[in-house]
């Protein structure tokens, strides 16, 4: 048998061994948790990506993950968001590059991001019997390019949308279609009831 101060450091070392596994199984935070604070507690009001936390967090299952500095990443979007909590930030283009969209910072495209946006939620995920607003992510592309981007316009729901016929007042819905396919996801083809 072994002398009770090898036991004892044995027992010791076991117990080290699991606090350091449960330790390092926690301290790994979810990317979208993550991101979904900061975008909810430093952009608010109207600079407010979403309208309510399950929306972000939805959202956030439809974009990509990867490095700070890559475009159309949740990585990038949640150092933005942290950034618009800095001093001398520019909160505006901050919450901007954090919302859904990327504000032409986190994908510089915005007409891109926002179809391929609209092909993981309104394309790929049709509701039975509904016609999903564009045939493809491409041809989305080629309508939605036809539609006005206000450069200087809302990216979030905080601010008025109804009656702009602009790919913001489409954003707008496409956050919406996280709550409900119908009727939102038909508000963000080419021709819409709502954005006209």
Do not use: W
């Amino acid at each position: 048998m072994l002398p009770f101060s090898m036991r004892r450091f044995l027992v010791l070392a076991a117990v080290a061994a699991l606090v350091a596994c449960v330790s390092d199984s926690t301290s790994t935070i979810d990317p979208c948790v993550s991101y979904c604070d900061a975008v909810f507690k430093n952009c608010t009001d109207d600079l407010a990506a979403y309208s309510e936390r399950p929306q972000c967090n939805e959202m956030c299952k439809f974009i990509p993950s990867g490095a700070d500095d890559d475009e159309d990443t949740i990585e990038c979007r949640n150092a933005h968001a942290r950034k618009a909590a800095e001093p001398g930030a520019d909160k505006a283009r901050e919450c901007k590059a954090a919302s859904a969209y990327g504000g032409g910072v986190c994908g510089s495209n915005v007409v891109r991001v926002f179809c391929k946006r609209v092909e993981s939620i309104c394309i790929k995920e049709p509701v039975n019997g509904v016609q999903p607003p564009y045939a493809s992510e491409a041809d989305c592309e080629e309508s939605a390019s036809k539609i006005t981007f206000d450069a200087n316009g809302p990216e979030g729901p905080k601010q008025p949308f109804t009656g702009a016929d602009t790919i913001n007042c489409r954003m707008n819905h496409l956050i919406l279609a996280l709550d409900g396919r119908v009727p939102h996801c038909s508000h963000t083809a080419l021709t819409s009831d709502v954005c006209k």
